[in-house]
């Protein structure tokens, strides 16, 4: 049944003053999306409005570092504040630069197969999924090899935290040990540097006093954070998409040429982001013939989105061969994913390494035993 593009519901997460809107179709999701000069990613910047954030930061703010979610990060800013902080790390994130880091991904995925290869039998998540992307993101940015457990543990309690007002505290405290962990990163790498991506950034600030204390610590919570929870997603979901669709894992498993188109159709239907937003509009807005008020939020609803049979022929059907495929999955806009050059080369080495040396490879468990986890925005497996 078709429910219209846009629906408004109670309010999951914001204030009650307002309406908070779910947006299901791709020409409104667009539209809302591109429209900076209607809608802010900073509800702050609308007259009297309190920050969604504010709960969760007024209780870790004492003497607590800034983190992506509480300080000044890329993500929650707009127009000329959002560009310049983008610009300063958009370079590490080429699709040319990621062609450089190929060789080394191709590695790491290597190296993460070898060990279990022998066994007989693995946890796809845990051995694989997880470990490749926050290698790769740990060893750009310089963070030492032993840390990478503890990035882990926090990132993902703060995942699945986000968005329910109940684990507030636990976020908080988590952010906290984030932000204190990443200060005292930026304060060795001050002393040491490198050529890690850390150290330019820190190199950056001292030309040209580009980057304040709290923005460099916003931005490196943020691109470790970023960097790994949804690519270890679309590896691990789309994994079990693959298994739960044994013809398009045989088609893929003959041809693996195809991956690319794959990764592509695994991230449109049922990639890692859920949700994109929330965005708040600037003013009153009509679309589609609803009345969105100023203050009013909007969640876009990508995995909706990315089914609209207006866009894809058998949307719900899972089409490794899709030629045409231009889904929601990194966003769209001005914040559209900054890591997706990165994300397509991990999961492109991923399921090729992965099929090309296990071709036998098989669920161990029934599929309905495999534990999903959702928050508001995103779905993962925490083993497989
Ligand atoms: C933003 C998804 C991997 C860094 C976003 C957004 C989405 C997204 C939907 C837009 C958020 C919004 O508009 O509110 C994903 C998915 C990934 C992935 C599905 C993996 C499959 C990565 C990686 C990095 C990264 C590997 C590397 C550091 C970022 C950053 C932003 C962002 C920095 C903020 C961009 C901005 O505000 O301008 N991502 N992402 N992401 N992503 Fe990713």
């Known amino acids: 049944r078709d429910i219209g593009p846009i629906i408004p519901i109670s309010n999951p997460i914001g204030d009650t003053d307002n309406q908070t809107w779910i947006v299901v179709h791709m020409e409104e999701a667009v539209q809302i999306l591109k429209n900076a000069k209607q ?52 370079k590490a994130f080429t699709p040319r630069y990621m062609e450089g880091l190929r060789p080394r991904v191709q590695e790491i995925a290597d190296e993460l197969l070898d060990k279990v290869h022998s066994k007989g039998e693995m946890d796809l998540v845990k051995d694989y999924a997880y470990p490749l992307p926050i290698n790769v993101i740990s ?120 991956i690319p188109s794959a990764v592509e159709e695994l991230l449109r239907y049922n990639g890692p982001s859920t949700a994109v937003g929330p965005r708040f509009a600037k003013e009153d807005v009509e679309i589609s013939g609803n009345k969105i008020k ?6 876009v609803m990508v995995k909706a989105a990315n089914r609209d049979e207006k866009i894809f022929t058998d949307s719900e059907d899972l089409d490794i061969t899709r030629k045409i495929n231009q889904h929601l999955a990194f966003g769209h806009g001005m914040h559209m994913c900054l890591g997706s050059p990165l994300a397509r080369l991990e999961g492109e080495i991923a399921f090729t390494s992965l099929l090309r040396r296990m071709p036998n490879l098989s669920l161990k468990i029934p599929k309905e035993k495999v534990e999903w986890q959702f928050n508001l925005s995103s779905q993962s497996i925490d083993s497989l």
Request: hydrophobic fraction near 40%.
């Open 39 to 90: 809608f802010t990613v900073d509800p702050t910047s609308i007259e009297e409005k309190e920050n969604f954030r504010d709960k969760i930061n007024s209780k870790e703010k004492s003497s607590a570092p800034d983190t992506f979610f509480t300080g000044k990060s890329m993500l929650f800013l707009d127009g000329l504040d959002h560009r310049r902080l983008r610009m300063l790390v958009s």
């Open 139 to 258: 060893e750009m940015l310089g963070v030492p090899y032993e840390d990478r457990e503890k990035l882990k543990d926090w990132s993902s309690a703060i995942a699945t935290g986000l968005g329910w007002g109940k684990q507030d505290a636990t976020v908080a405290k988590n952010l906290q040990e984030f932000g204190e962990y990443t200060k005292q990163l930026v304060e060795r790498k001050r002393m040491n540097p490198s050529d890690d991506l850390i150290s330019q950034l820190i190199a950056i600030e001292a030309e040209g006093d580009r980057l304040d204390e709290s923005e460099l610590i916003s931005m490196i919570t943020l691109l470790i954070f970023a960097g790994h929870e949804t690519t270890s997603n679309l590896i691990a979901t789309g994994s079990m998409m693959l298994f739960e669709n044994p013809k398009q894992l045989e088609l893929l498993k003959k041809d693996l040429r195809l």
């Open 294 to 299: 100023k203050g009013d939020m909007v969640l």
